[in-house]
């Protein structure tokens, strides 16, 4: 079982930067693969980036290739997006996901957590 806290959302203008932390309970997170989803109002969600365990895979959606930036520190068993050069339309709630692959998926996680909320006024 992985419990996951996500943390670091809130209002910013366009042009601004946000770094967002999830924090994961588990000795096991180091096996994990981990990813950040984002859901705006109406839409889907959407897979905006993936690392693998090691942290030597990543994925990120083209929506936000060259601006967001995923990492991992399994020593503090925290993932991280760093979102530069935000846009309005990356406003959504963002969510921290976890599944024991050894790929980087962007579907079917087995843990979730409740979400931050990211607001990029224009």
């Known amino acids: 079982q992985v419990q996951l806290v996500e943390s670091g959302g809130g209002l910013v203008q366009a042009g601004d930067s946000l770094r967002l932390s999830c924090a994961a309970s588990?000795?096991?997170?180091?096996?994990?693969?981990m990813g950040w989803f984002r859901q705006a109002p109406g839409l889907e969600r959407e897979c905006v980036a993936v690392?693998?365990?090691?942290?030597?895979?990543?994925y990120y959606a083209d929506s936000v290739k060259g601006r967001f930036t995923i990492s991992r520190d399994n020593a503090k068993n925290t993932v991280y997006l760093q979102m530069n050069s935000l846009k309005p339309e990356d406003t959504a709630i963002y969510y921290c996901?976890?599944?024991?692959?050894?790929?980087?998926?962007?579907?079917?996680?087995?843990?979730w957590g409740q979400g931050t909320q990211v607001t990029v006024s224009s």
């Open positions: 996901a976890a599944d024991p692959s050894v790929v980087i998926p962007k579907a079917g996680y087995a843990y």
């Open positions: 588990g000795r096991a997170f180091s096996r994990y693969a």
């Open positions: 690392i693998s365990w090691s942290g030597s895979r990543t």
